[in-house]
Structure formats: structure tokens, C-alpha cells
């Protein structure tokens, strides 16, 4: 069985944030570290898009997520949280928050995409033309890189995949380069 039939049996065919039946798909809950079943969310697309474009984000959608934030499953809680965090100047949403419980190693993963902090205290990671850079994004290299600790050369234009941020520094970026995981300043990329 493949994850997205996984995560159907775990949800019973239903987006696991609202509930819906229709438009299902895979959502990774980043940082995705492990992905697979326990790094994801099966949801509608309703969800996905405003998750992906908080611009286009319809509050009373999200009420929903007075159920959904009790799962059993971390990466719904996630979700939830962070959801949650980005309405709370509605006021409802700030009184679900005040009741949800999170474990430790749950909240720091709900917090690592820096959801929940003042616009002043993100890290926000731009690229050499400005462009932010988020977690599972693609980058090119636009200069060589000889990395630290071997004798490898990362060249001019090698794609990297999926990277990951450093959510301390906002100069720092984590992808793998001929399989081996390197540290990159975002000033040598560009988003692709």
C-alpha cells in the first residue's frame, strides 16, 4: 500500500483538517524530516491552497479546526496549530489555542516553519534575487562551491532538491548535492 492509501485508511477518506471527501491529496507537514505517514496530512484541496497562499485564506473555513485539533496524529495537531496561530486576530481562534496541548517535540516542529511569531521575529531565507525561500523549495546553484570538509565541488547550475532551512540564520540552507547533505549561503542560490 502506498502513503496516500495509508493515509485514506487513517482518515476514512476524509480531508483530516474539514472533513471534506472531495479533492484529496498528500500534504508534507514541514519540515518533513521523516515524511511518510507520520510527516503527513490527507487533505482537500480547499485546505492545501489556503495552507500554501495565506492570502487567499477564508476564516470561517478554519472553524473546523475546533475538531481536527484533537487527532491522534501529530501532523494534523500541526497543522491545526499553525492554522490556528495565523487567524488568531479573529479571537476565536486564540481560545482554541489556549485549550490545545501539544508534547514538546510537537510544538518545536508546529514552530519551526516560524508560525506564531511576530512578523519581526521570523528568519525569512531570500535567495540571490530576493525571493523567499521556504522549506521543500528547489534552488541552482549560480556559483561553484567547494564544500567544507572534502574535496567536492558543488558547480555552477546544479539543482538542489527539497532543501531544508536553518531556522536560526536566515543565511543558511540545507540540500543534498551528489548525496551528500552540504550547508549552503542562500546568496549562492536562486529558486527555480
Not at 69 to 82: G, Q, T
Not at 97 to 114: C, N, S
Not at 173 to 178: L, N, P, R, S
Amino acid at each position: 500500500m502506498g502513503l496516500f492509501e495509508d493515509l485514506q485508511e487513517r482518515s476514512g477518506s476524509k480531508c483530516e483538517l474539514c472533513g471534506s471527501t472531495e479533492g484529496l491529496g498528500i500534504y508534507e507537514v514541514t519540515p518533513v524530516s521523516t515524511g511518510g505517514l507520520d510527516g503527513s496530512v490527507l487533505a482537500c484541496n480547499t485546505c492545501k491552497s489556503q495552507i500554501e497562499n495565506p492570502d487567499s485564506m477564508d476564516s470561517n473555513h478554519w472553524r473546523c479546526l475546533n475538531d481536527s485539533m484533537w487527532s491522534e496524529h501529530d501532523a494534523v495537531k500541526v497543522v491545526a496549530w499553525r492554522m490556528l496561530n495565523r487567524l488568531k486576530s479573529e479571537g476565536w481562534p486564540q481560545d482554541l489555542l489556549d485549550m490545545m496541548y501539544l508534547e514538546d517535540e510537537v510544538f518545536a516542529w508546529a514552530k519551526a516553519t516560524g508560525e506564531g511569531q511576530d512578523a519581526g521575529e521570523q528568519i525569512v531565507h531570500r535567495d540571490a534575487n530576493g525571493a523567499i525561500l521556504e522549506a521543500g523549495d528547489n534552488v541552482v546553484l549560480i556559483k561553484d562551491l567547494k564544500v567544507k570538509g572534502s574535496s567536492m565541488v558543488a558547480k555552477q547550475g546544479t539543482a538542489v532538491r527539497r532543501i531544508s532551512l536553518d531556522h536560526e540564520n536566515a543565511e543558511y540552507i540545507e540540500g543534498k548535492v551528489d548525496g551528500q547533505q552540504i550547508v549552503i549561503l542562500t546568496k549562492y542560490v536562486k529558486k527555480t
